[in-house]
């Protein structure tokens, strides 16, 4: 049986978020600045822990992003440019994305510790 991994996405004018889980890990990518979080979602229920910059996590990551660019691939999204993600403009209006966070997949700025790095 293969493994299960659901994967999604967000828009928001020139601003998009994709992400996939397979209920253990999230990876998380943001088109804009080309930012990648990942969270253990066992342990970090509230996903205050970005993980996608620790090599013991590469696997994970490189799983779930290997999946997530497959499925957007099929889409043809715009986010995906030579079978990798493209990035735009990292200059953020953190009030904006702030108020525009329903589904609060957006990690730290649910906590409002913002998108600004050093997580």
Not at 20 to 44: M, P, S
Not at 69 to 80: A, P
Request: proline fraction near 3%; charged fraction near 30%.
């Amino acid at each position: 049986m293969a493994e299960r991994i659901v994967c999604g996405e967000c828009s928001h004018d020139d601003d998009t978020t994709v992400f996939a889980t397979d209920g253990r890990y999230k990876y998380v990518y943001y088109y804009r600045g080309g930012v990648e979080q990942l969270f253990d979602i066992a342990k970090d229920r509230e996903n205050l822990h970005n993980l996608a910059h620790l090599a013991q996590y590469d696997e994970q990551k490189a799983r779930l992003r290997t999946r997530l660019l497959e499925y957007l691939t099929g889409f043809e999204r715009s986010i995906v440019a030579d079978g990798d993600f493209a990035s735009g403009d990292p200059t953020l209006d953190e009030k904006a994305l702030h108020a525009r966070n329903p589904w609060a997949w957006r990690g730290p700025m649910r906590w409002g510790q913002g998108y600004g790095g050093g997580w």
